[in-house]
Nanobody, 117 residues
């Protein structure tokens, strides 16, 4: 059974940084693309960033470009999201997800990020 466990969320001030981490167990991690999503109160879930299986290709949604970096360690089976220059609009629950058979089928429980102004 695949398990994804996020950590690293918290309450920070605008301009601060946070590093989220997602630990994966139960599947060959290095074969799968990974992503971070977020969902703010009253809004739909939004794709934040993706990284391919090898780490050679990444994607960022426009609103986080230049502030956020996704990375992975296939040996440790982790995928991280480094977030800098945080803004109040980054406040959301952040989820990591694993892509399998063409869809993000496996999800973590989420970690809350709150950015105060």
């Amino acid at each position: 059974q695949v398990q994804l466990v996020e950590s690293g969320g918290g309450l920070v001030q605008a301009g601060d940084s946070l590093r989220l981490s997602c630990a994966v167990s139960g599947r060959t991690f290095s074969s799968y693309d990974m992503a971070w999503f977020r969902q703010a109160p009253g809004k739909e879930r939004e794709l934040v960033a993706t990284i391919n299986w090898s780490g050679s290709s990444t994607y960022y949604t426009e609103s986080v470009k230049g502030r956020v970096t996704i990375s992975r360690d296939n040996g440790k089976k982790t995928v991280d999201l480094q977030m800098n220059s945080l803004k109040p609009e980054d406040t959301a629950v952040y989820y990591c997800a694993m892509r399998a058979s063409g869809a993000y089928r496996y999800w973590g429980q989420g970690t809350q990020v709150t950015v105060s102004s």
